[in-house]
Protein backbone atom coordinates (compact mmCIF):
# COMPACT_ATOMS: atom_id res chain seq x y z
CA UNK A 1 0.00 0.00 0.00
CA UNK A 2 1.08 3.43 -0.72
CA UNK A 3 1.63 6.31 1.89
CA UNK A 4 -1.21 8.14 1.02
CA UNK A 5 -3.77 5.26 1.65
CA UNK A 6 -2.18 3.87 4.38
CA UNK A 7 -2.54 7.51 5.51
CA UNK A 8 -6.39 7.52 4.54
CA UNK A 9 -6.18 4.29 6.20
CA UNK A 10 -5.82 6.02 9.77
CA UNK A 11 -8.92 8.37 9.62
CA UNK A 12 -10.88 6.62 12.26
CA UNK A 13 -7.89 6.14 14.68
CA UNK A 14 -7.01 10.03 14.23
CA UNK A 15 -10.28 10.95 14.84
CA UNK A 16 -10.70 8.30 18.19
CA UNK A 17 -7.23 9.81 19.65
CA UNK A 18 -7.89 13.08 18.95
CA UNK A 19 -11.32 13.01 20.55
CA UNK A 20 -9.88 11.25 23.53
CA UNK A 21 -7.35 14.00 24.12
CA UNK A 22 -9.20 16.84 23.56
CA UNK A 23 -12.02 15.06 26.76
CA UNK A 24 -9.13 16.04 28.76
CA UNK A 25 -9.40 19.69 29.91
CA UNK A 26 -5.40 20.28 29.96
CA UNK A 27 -5.63 24.08 30.31
CA UNK A 28 -2.55 24.96 32.91
CA UNK A 29 -3.92 24.85 36.45
CA UNK A 30 -2.66 24.53 40.07
CA UNK A 31 0.71 22.99 40.55
CA UNK A 32 0.59 19.85 42.29
CA UNK A 33 3.16 17.51 43.74
CA UNK A 34 4.43 15.36 40.24
CA UNK A 35 2.14 17.66 38.24
CA UNK A 36 3.69 21.11 37.40
CA UNK A 37 1.62 22.44 35.42
CA UNK A 38 -1.58 21.36 37.26
CA UNK A 39 -3.96 17.79 36.82
CA UNK A 40 -4.98 18.63 33.43
CA UNK A 41 -1.70 18.42 31.11
CA UNK A 42 -0.47 15.98 33.19
CA UNK A 43 -3.39 13.80 32.60
CA UNK A 44 -2.84 14.08 28.48
CA UNK A 45 0.70 13.55 28.82
CA UNK A 46 -0.35 10.25 30.29
CA UNK A 47 -2.66 9.70 27.84
CA UNK A 48 -0.41 10.41 24.94
CA UNK A 49 2.20 8.08 26.23
CA UNK A 50 0.04 5.22 26.53
CA UNK A 51 -0.81 5.69 23.03
CA UNK A 52 2.59 5.59 21.51
CA UNK A 53 3.45 2.54 24.04
CA UNK A 54 0.98 0.78 22.71
CA UNK A 55 2.48 1.99 19.02
CA UNK A 56 5.35 -0.14 20.21
CA UNK A 57 7.67 3.32 20.85
CA UNK A 58 9.93 3.50 23.63
CA UNK A 59 8.56 5.90 26.24
CA UNK A 60 9.74 8.33 28.65
CA UNK A 61 8.10 10.85 30.77
CA UNK A 62 10.70 13.75 32.33
CA UNK A 63 8.04 14.63 35.70
CA UNK A 64 5.36 15.30 33.87
CA UNK A 65 7.01 18.60 32.34
CA UNK A 66 7.08 16.57 29.23
CA UNK A 67 7.83 13.46 27.68
CA UNK A 68 8.42 11.26 24.58
CA UNK A 69 7.88 8.31 22.38
CA UNK A 70 11.08 7.11 20.57
CA UNK A 71 11.33 4.85 17.34
CA UNK A 72 14.61 3.67 15.28
CA UNK A 73 18.02 3.23 15.64
CA UNK A 74 21.34 5.42 14.85
CA UNK A 75 23.39 8.34 16.51
CA UNK A 76 21.06 10.87 15.03
CA UNK A 77 17.94 12.16 16.48
CA UNK A 78 15.21 13.55 14.47
CA UNK A 79 12.21 15.09 17.21
CA UNK A 80 9.20 16.48 16.57
CA UNK A 81 7.81 18.56 19.36
CA UNK A 82 4.52 19.38 20.05
CA UNK A 83 2.34 20.47 23.21
CA UNK A 84 -0.64 18.44 24.82
CA UNK A 85 -2.06 22.20 27.16
CA UNK A 86 -4.35 24.09 25.68
CA UNK A 87 -5.49 27.68 26.42
CA UNK A 88 -9.08 27.91 28.71
CA UNK A 89 -12.21 27.63 26.90
CA UNK A 90 -15.50 28.31 28.41
CA UNK A 91 -19.10 27.46 26.59
CA UNK A 92 -20.01 31.20 27.24
CA UNK A 93 -17.16 32.38 25.57
CA UNK A 94 -19.17 31.70 22.32
CA UNK A 95 -18.56 27.84 22.27
CA UNK A 96 -21.58 26.34 20.33
CA UNK A 97 -20.41 23.30 22.01
CA UNK A 98 -18.71 21.84 25.25
CA UNK A 99 -15.47 22.70 24.41
CA UNK A 100 -14.18 19.94 26.11
CA UNK A 101 -16.53 16.91 24.15
CA UNK A 102 -15.05 16.69 20.65
CA UNK A 103 -17.70 16.95 18.27
CA UNK A 104 -17.95 16.01 14.43
CA UNK A 105 -20.47 17.49 11.96
CA UNK A 106 -20.07 17.40 8.53
CA UNK A 107 -16.21 16.03 8.59
CA UNK A 108 -15.15 18.64 10.71
CA UNK A 109 -13.97 18.14 14.39
CA UNK A 110 -15.02 21.05 16.95
CA UNK A 111 -13.02 21.05 20.20
CA UNK A 112 -10.54 23.17 22.07
CA UNK A 113 -6.67 21.52 20.89
CA UNK A 114 -8.12 20.21 17.79
CA UNK A 115 -5.75 22.32 15.92
CA UNK A 116 -3.49 23.29 18.34
CA UNK A 117 -2.19 21.46 19.42
CA UNK A 118 -3.17 18.40 19.88
CA UNK A 119 -4.29 17.71 16.39
CA UNK A 120 -0.78 18.28 15.55
CA UNK A 121 0.34 15.92 17.87
CA UNK A 122 -2.04 12.90 16.89
CA UNK A 123 -1.15 13.32 13.36
CA UNK A 124 2.45 13.17 14.26
CA UNK A 125 1.96 9.92 15.98
CA UNK A 126 0.14 8.28 13.36
CA UNK A 127 2.94 9.65 10.89
CA UNK A 128 5.25 7.41 13.05
CA UNK A 129 3.06 4.82 12.82
CA UNK A 130 2.50 4.29 9.48
CA UNK A 131 6.46 4.96 8.90
CA UNK A 132 6.59 2.13 11.64
CA UNK A 133 3.82 -0.06 9.77
CA UNK A 134 5.17 0.31 6.37
CA UNK A 135 8.65 -0.85 8.17
CA UNK A 136 10.78 2.08 6.23
CA UNK A 137 14.36 1.49 6.99
CA UNK A 138 14.68 4.08 9.92
CA UNK A 139 18.86 5.00 10.09
CA UNK A 140 17.60 7.80 12.99
CA UNK A 141 15.96 8.10 15.94
CA UNK A 142 12.21 9.48 15.37
CA UNK A 143 11.33 11.16 18.46
CA UNK A 144 7.88 12.57 19.68
CA UNK A 145 8.29 14.99 22.55
CA UNK A 146 4.82 16.62 23.65
CA UNK A 147 4.91 19.27 26.23
CA UNK A 148 2.89 20.83 28.96
CA UNK A 149 3.60 24.08 29.11
CA UNK A 150 3.71 25.35 26.07
CA UNK A 151 1.10 27.81 26.32
CA UNK A 152 1.99 29.21 29.47
CA UNK A 153 5.81 29.97 29.31
CA UNK A 154 7.12 26.54 27.20
CA UNK A 155 8.89 25.84 31.16
CA UNK A 156 8.43 21.99 29.95
CA UNK A 157 10.69 22.30 26.72
CA UNK A 158 13.27 24.21 28.89
CA UNK A 159 12.67 20.94 31.15
CA UNK A 160 13.56 18.56 28.68
CA UNK A 161 16.62 20.45 26.88
CA UNK A 162 17.90 21.15 30.62
CA UNK A 163 17.52 17.15 31.32
CA UNK A 164 17.68 15.34 27.72
CA UNK A 165 19.05 15.21 24.26
CA UNK A 166 19.28 18.23 21.65
CA UNK A 167 17.96 17.02 18.15
CA UNK A 168 20.47 16.81 14.95
CA UNK A 169 16.97 17.99 12.49
CA UNK A 170 13.83 18.40 13.95
CA UNK A 171 9.99 20.53 13.70
CA UNK A 172 7.13 21.90 15.64
CA UNK A 173 3.62 21.25 14.48
CA UNK A 174 2.03 23.92 15.89
CA UNK A 175 2.66 26.55 13.19
CA UNK A 176 1.47 26.98 9.19
CA UNK A 177 2.44 25.12 6.23
CA UNK A 178 5.12 24.95 4.60
CA UNK A 179 7.55 26.17 7.44
CA UNK A 180 8.16 28.63 9.44
CA UNK A 181 12.10 29.69 8.90
CA UNK A 182 12.26 32.54 10.72
CA UNK A 183 10.22 33.73 13.79
CA UNK A 184 10.72 37.50 14.82
CA UNK A 185 12.32 38.19 18.00
CA UNK A 186 10.23 39.92 20.84
CA UNK A 187 10.85 42.22 23.67
CA UNK A 188 8.73 43.06 26.46
CA UNK A 189 8.40 46.05 28.18
CA UNK A 190 5.89 47.82 30.51
CA UNK A 191 5.14 51.62 31.32
CA UNK A 192 4.67 53.20 34.61
CA UNK A 193 2.89 56.75 35.10
CA UNK A 194 2.24 58.38 38.28
CA UNK A 195 1.50 62.07 36.55
CA UNK A 196 -2.35 61.40 35.51
CA UNK A 197 -6.01 63.11 35.97
CA UNK A 198 -7.23 59.93 35.25
CA UNK A 199 -9.42 58.21 38.32
CA UNK A 200 -9.31 54.74 37.33
CA UNK A 201 -8.83 52.95 33.81
CA UNK A 202 -8.82 49.27 33.22
CA UNK A 203 -8.57 47.22 29.91
CA UNK A 204 -7.08 43.94 28.29
CA UNK A 205 -6.66 40.04 29.72
CA UNK A 206 -3.24 39.35 28.21
CA UNK A 207 -0.14 40.80 26.95
CA UNK A 208 0.41 39.13 23.89
CA UNK A 209 -3.31 39.96 22.85
CA UNK A 210 -5.25 43.04 21.64
CA UNK A 211 -6.86 44.66 23.83
CA UNK A 212 -10.72 44.63 22.81
CA UNK A 213 -12.29 46.35 25.92
CA UNK A 214 -10.73 48.89 28.05
CA UNK A 215 -12.91 51.67 30.36
CA UNK A 216 -11.88 54.61 32.13
CA UNK A 217 -13.29 57.14 34.87
CA UNK A 218 -12.36 60.80 35.05
CA UNK A 219 -13.93 63.76 36.45
CA UNK A 220 -16.55 65.26 34.54
CA UNK A 221 -16.19 68.89 32.49
CA UNK A 222 -12.40 67.52 31.63
CA UNK A 223 -12.93 66.86 27.98
CA UNK A 224 -15.58 68.04 25.47
CA UNK A 225 -18.47 64.98 25.39
CA UNK A 226 -19.30 66.04 21.39
CA UNK A 227 -16.08 65.91 20.45
CA UNK A 228 -15.10 62.15 21.72
CA UNK A 229 -17.89 60.94 20.55
CA UNK A 230 -17.78 62.35 17.05
CA UNK A 231 -13.99 60.41 17.51
CA UNK A 232 -15.51 57.65 18.41
CA UNK A 233 -17.96 57.65 15.78
CA UNK A 234 -15.61 58.97 12.61
CA UNK A 235 -13.48 55.91 13.67
CA UNK A 236 -16.45 53.47 13.71
CA UNK A 237 -15.33 52.27 17.68
CA UNK A 238 -18.24 51.27 19.75
CA UNK A 239 -18.52 53.09 22.94
CA UNK A 240 -20.48 53.96 25.67
CA UNK A 241 -20.37 56.76 28.28
CA UNK A 242 -22.15 56.35 31.57
CA UNK A 243 -22.51 59.53 34.21
CA UNK A 244 -21.02 58.57 37.49
CA UNK A 245 -21.82 61.62 39.81
CA UNK A 246 -19.02 64.08 39.64
CA UNK A 247 -17.04 61.57 37.10
CA UNK A 248 -17.96 59.71 33.83
CA UNK A 249 -17.52 56.20 32.95
CA UNK A 250 -15.96 55.84 29.25
CA UNK A 251 -16.28 52.43 27.54
CA UNK A 252 -14.57 51.29 24.37
CA UNK A 253 -14.73 47.91 22.81
CA UNK A 254 -12.07 47.20 20.38
CA UNK A 255 -11.04 43.98 18.45
CA UNK A 256 -8.94 41.38 19.91
CA UNK A 257 -5.82 39.97 18.00
CA UNK A 258 -2.98 38.09 18.52
CA UNK A 259 0.08 40.62 19.31
CA UNK A 260 2.46 39.57 16.29
CA UNK A 261 -0.52 41.06 14.28
CA UNK A 262 -1.88 43.87 15.97
CA UNK A 263 -3.07 45.54 12.56
CA UNK A 264 -6.00 42.72 12.57
CA UNK A 265 -7.17 44.40 16.03
CA UNK A 266 -8.70 47.50 17.48
CA UNK A 267 -6.98 48.41 20.38
CA UNK A 268 -9.32 49.76 23.08
CA UNK A 269 -6.87 51.07 25.18
CA UNK A 270 -5.37 52.77 22.29
CA UNK A 271 -8.44 54.25 20.83
CA UNK A 272 -9.76 55.62 24.13
CA UNK A 273 -6.61 57.82 24.64
CA UNK A 274 -6.71 58.89 21.62
CA UNK A 275 -9.87 60.16 21.30
CA UNK A 276 -9.51 61.55 25.08
CA UNK A 277 -6.72 63.74 24.19
CA UNK A 278 -8.54 64.65 21.08
CA UNK A 279 -11.78 65.39 22.78
CA UNK A 280 -9.05 68.14 25.21
CA UNK A 281 -8.23 66.11 28.18
CA UNK A 282 -5.55 67.12 29.79
CA UNK A 283 -3.16 65.09 31.40
CA UNK A 284 0.62 64.13 31.12
CA UNK A 285 0.10 60.01 31.11
CA UNK A 286 -2.57 60.50 28.08
CA UNK A 287 0.27 62.79 26.47
CA UNK A 288 2.86 60.03 26.88
CA UNK A 289 0.76 57.37 26.07
CA UNK A 290 -0.20 59.07 22.88
CA UNK A 291 3.00 60.09 21.77
CA UNK A 292 4.88 57.09 22.72
CA UNK A 293 2.31 54.34 21.49
CA UNK A 294 -1.04 55.96 20.43
CA UNK A 295 -2.77 54.29 17.31
CA UNK A 296 0.56 53.06 15.77
CA UNK A 297 1.42 49.69 15.93
CA UNK A 298 4.48 49.98 14.33
CA UNK A 299 6.91 51.52 16.91
CA UNK A 300 7.21 55.19 15.19
CA UNK A 301 6.37 56.99 18.93
CA UNK A 302 9.44 55.11 19.91
CA UNK A 303 11.83 55.71 17.45
CA UNK A 304 11.14 51.70 16.18
CA UNK A 305 9.64 52.20 13.00
CA UNK A 306 12.13 49.03 11.81
CA UNK A 307 11.99 46.77 8.68
CA UNK A 308 13.68 43.97 7.09
CA UNK A 309 13.27 42.79 3.39
CA UNK A 310 11.22 39.95 5.97
CA UNK A 311 8.72 41.42 8.05
CA UNK A 312 8.57 45.03 10.01
CA UNK A 313 8.59 45.32 13.21
CA UNK A 314 5.00 45.63 15.34
CA UNK A 315 4.51 46.88 18.77
CA UNK A 316 1.43 46.09 20.81
CA UNK A 317 -0.48 47.19 23.94
CA UNK A 318 -2.14 44.44 25.62
CA UNK A 319 -3.57 45.59 29.15
CA UNK A 320 -3.45 48.27 31.16
CA UNK A 321 -4.14 48.77 35.39
CA UNK A 322 -4.43 51.48 37.88
CA UNK A 323 -3.59 50.53 41.66
CA UNK A 324 -3.23 53.07 44.35
CA UNK A 325 -2.95 55.91 41.78
CA UNK A 326 -0.05 54.54 39.35
CA UNK A 327 -0.81 53.49 35.90
CA UNK A 328 0.75 50.51 34.35
CA UNK A 329 0.13 48.57 31.44
CA UNK A 330 2.50 46.27 28.74
CA UNK A 331 4.16 47.05 25.60
CA UNK A 332 4.57 43.50 23.24
CA UNK A 333 7.20 44.25 20.32
CA UNK A 334 7.86 41.71 17.75
CA UNK A 335 10.81 43.24 15.46
CA UNK A 336 12.51 41.56 12.44
CA UNK A 337 15.06 38.10 12.39
CA UNK A 338 17.90 40.33 10.84
CA UNK A 339 18.06 42.49 13.89
CA UNK A 340 19.02 41.80 17.53
CA UNK A 341 17.36 42.53 20.96
CA UNK A 342 20.58 44.46 22.13
CA UNK A 343 19.58 46.93 18.77
CA UNK A 344 15.94 47.49 19.60
CA UNK A 345 17.00 48.29 23.33
CA UNK A 346 19.25 50.72 21.70
CA UNK A 347 17.20 52.31 18.94
CA UNK A 348 14.26 53.27 22.05
CA UNK A 349 16.54 54.38 24.68
CA UNK A 350 15.82 57.74 23.81
CA UNK A 351 12.08 57.71 23.88
CA UNK A 352 11.59 56.17 27.02
CA UNK A 353 11.18 58.54 29.77
CA UNK A 354 9.51 62.18 29.89
CA UNK A 355 7.53 63.77 32.96
CA UNK A 356 4.02 61.64 32.33
CA UNK A 357 5.71 57.92 32.48
CA UNK A 358 8.50 55.92 31.92
CA UNK A 359 8.62 52.53 29.88
CA UNK A 360 10.69 49.93 31.29
CA UNK A 361 12.40 46.88 28.62
CA UNK A 362 12.14 43.48 30.99
CA UNK A 363 13.18 41.23 28.70
CA UNK A 364 14.15 40.99 25.05
CA UNK A 365 14.22 37.63 22.75
CA UNK A 366 16.67 37.51 19.73
CA UNK A 367 15.20 35.97 16.60
CA UNK A 368 15.11 32.80 15.13
CA UNK A 369 15.87 32.53 11.84
CA UNK A 370 17.45 29.81 9.21
CA UNK A 371 18.05 30.15 5.82
CA UNK A 372 15.54 28.98 2.77
CA UNK A 373 18.50 27.87 1.39
CA UNK A 374 19.68 25.33 4.34
CA UNK A 375 18.71 21.07 4.35
CA UNK A 376 16.69 21.58 7.14
CA UNK A 377 13.79 24.29 5.57
CA UNK A 378 14.44 23.00 1.81
CA UNK A 379 13.20 19.20 2.99
CA UNK A 380 10.48 20.13 4.77
CA UNK A 381 9.21 22.45 2.10
CA UNK A 382 9.72 19.93 -0.48
CA UNK A 383 7.68 17.86 1.81
CA UNK A 384 4.66 19.76 1.62
CA UNK A 385 4.85 20.48 -2.21
CA UNK A 386 5.88 16.73 -2.73
CA UNK A 387 2.26 16.13 -1.45
CA UNK A 388 0.02 19.38 -1.93
CA UNK A 389 1.40 20.28 -4.94
CA UNK A 390 1.46 23.77 -3.57
CA UNK A 391 4.85 25.97 -4.24
CA UNK A 392 5.59 28.17 -1.26
CA UNK A 393 8.12 29.67 0.12
CA UNK A 394 9.11 29.23 3.75
CA UNK A 395 7.27 31.93 6.11
CA UNK A 396 8.63 34.58 8.71
CA UNK A 397 6.08 35.10 11.38
CA UNK A 398 5.95 37.25 14.55
CA UNK A 399 4.65 34.79 16.40
CA UNK A 400 6.93 32.33 18.48
CA UNK A 401 7.21 28.38 18.75
CA UNK A 402 8.75 25.93 20.58
CA UNK A 403 11.31 26.41 17.81
CA UNK A 404 12.89 28.71 19.73
CA UNK A 405 13.61 26.64 22.89
CA UNK A 406 15.59 24.08 20.88
CA UNK A 407 18.23 23.30 18.93
CA UNK A 408 17.83 22.71 14.89
CA UNK A 409 13.73 23.08 14.64
CA UNK A 410 11.72 25.11 12.88
CA UNK A 411 7.32 25.18 13.12
CA UNK A 412 6.42 22.75 9.99
CA UNK A 413 1.93 22.75 10.15
CA UNK A 414 -0.20 21.91 11.21
CA UNK A 415 -2.30 24.40 9.99
CA UNK A 416 -2.77 24.76 6.31
CA UNK A 417 -1.89 28.74 4.19
CA UNK A 418 -4.94 30.99 4.39
CA UNK A 419 -7.68 28.86 6.90
CA UNK A 420 -8.41 30.26 10.25
CA UNK A 421 -8.77 27.39 12.78
CA UNK A 422 -9.94 29.61 15.26
CA UNK A 423 -6.84 28.72 17.51
CA UNK A 424 -7.25 30.40 21.07
CA UNK A 425 -11.02 31.26 19.95
CA UNK A 426 -14.28 30.01 20.02
CA UNK A 427 -15.12 26.71 18.21
CA UNK A 428 -11.75 25.91 17.04
CA UNK A 429 -12.44 23.50 14.43
CA UNK A 430 -10.12 20.78 12.19
CA UNK A 431 -11.48 19.46 8.86
CA UNK A 432 -10.73 15.36 9.53
CA UNK A 433 -9.67 16.08 5.97
CA UNK A 434 -7.02 18.20 7.02
CA UNK A 435 -5.89 16.19 9.65
CA UNK A 436 -5.09 13.09 7.65
CA UNK A 437 -3.10 15.64 4.89
CA UNK A 438 -1.04 16.32 7.50
CA UNK A 439 0.03 12.74 8.25
CA UNK A 440 1.01 12.47 4.50
CA UNK A 441 3.23 15.85 5.15
CA UNK A 442 4.31 14.57 8.29
CA UNK A 443 5.46 10.99 6.70
CA UNK A 444 6.80 12.87 3.38
CA UNK A 445 8.63 14.94 6.03
CA UNK A 446 10.59 12.77 8.10
CA UNK A 447 11.48 10.89 5.05
CA UNK A 448 12.65 13.70 3.60
CA UNK A 449 15.07 14.22 7.15
CA UNK A 450 15.79 10.62 6.89
CA UNK A 451 18.11 11.14 3.89
CA UNK A 452 20.15 14.17 5.53
ZN1 LIG B 1 0.20 25.83 19.99
Redesign the pocket.
Known sequence: MDVKSMCEGYREEIIKRLGELVSINSEQSEAEADAPFGKGPKEALHAALDMLEKDGLKTVNLDNYIGYGEMGEGDQLIAIVG?LDVVPARREDGWNTDPYTMVEKDGILYGRGVS??KGGVVASMIAMKVIKDMNIPVNKRIRLIMGCN??TGSACLKYYVDHDEQPDYGFTP?GDFPCINGEKGIMDAHYVSRKTNIIDIDGGTAGNIVCSSCYIVVEKCSFSKKKLEDYFNNNNIEFEVVDQDEAVKITVQGVAAHASTPTLGVNAISYLLTGLKEAGFQDPFVDFYCSRIGLNTNGEGLGLNLKDEYSDLTLNCGYIHMNDGVISGNIDVRFPVTMTGKQIVKACSKYLEDEGGEIIVDSTHDPLYYSPDSPLIQSLCDAYTEVTGDERDPLVIGGGTYAKGINNTVAFGCAFPDVDYKIHNANEWCPVDDLVKQVEIYVAGILKLLEL
Open positions: HDDEED
